[in-house]
């Protein structure tokens, strides 16, 4: 223990004695961070819009004219007993016209010229929220597009597939961005416990003639690299914090429909960039001074 306490001891003073090249050292750590903390943040607010949108997503099934109410009604009892649909809700024409008449506003007078609705009967059906991909939503569609005395069935599918094609290729971003940063990120602690490590040899030769151990000598500089991805870890969740909160309550202002797609973050949204940079940086420092011959 006595050890550690003094390698922990010693790492923080080279911190402090080194700090313009720990400061340039942790504010390229804490920038990686932050660009990985951006795409997995944009990744976890597109898939909390989708489910979000998956609580009111269903499908709009209209019904061909002159189906008789025993008709309507056996197709409602088949949606009815759909494993795939939580709700359905049928619409008449009178209902679907009024609907009509009161999205359009001050511009429904239009409306009055028409001397019968030309409106169809339909059912909205809700999906379940693990249906809610392209392919599924598609097969559903196609489905219940060959049932008797369904006419057309509707959906946003152009917007769903962006949406969900987007959220994907974020998570692939992602995923092979944050490996790149991670190595990046090793590679930089590397490069400066070992820098570190040659500035401090007549202090390491010192130590080696009155018997220190080779964990002796080197635990000093895997505590510093531990310290510097901590602090960039940090520096980086500060940044996240700040930009976030800038995005979510200024910009919004002025753009409200980024509301739309942007939820607060919760505290632990902050802790992995503190862990990660920790991580790596142990390792890239770990790897530095097992590299070294002395």
Known sequence: MRIFLFAAETALKSVWHEKWINLLTVLSISIGLLIISAFVTITQNLDSVLKRWSKDFGLVVYLKDGLTSGEESTLRDYFMHDTDVISVKYVSR????????????????VLEGFESNPLPPSFELTLKSELLTPSNVERKASEIQHLNGVDEVQYGEKWLSSLSTLANIMKVVAVFLGGAIYIAIAFITYSTIKIFFYRRKDEIETLKLLGATRTFIRLPFILEGLFIGVLAGVVSSLGLFGTYSLLLNKISAFLPSISIVMVPLPLRAYIPAPLAGALMSFLGSFVAVGTIRY
């Open 94 to 109: 009178e209902q679907a016209f009024e609907e009509l008449r009161q999205t359009m506003g001050e511009q429904s007078s």
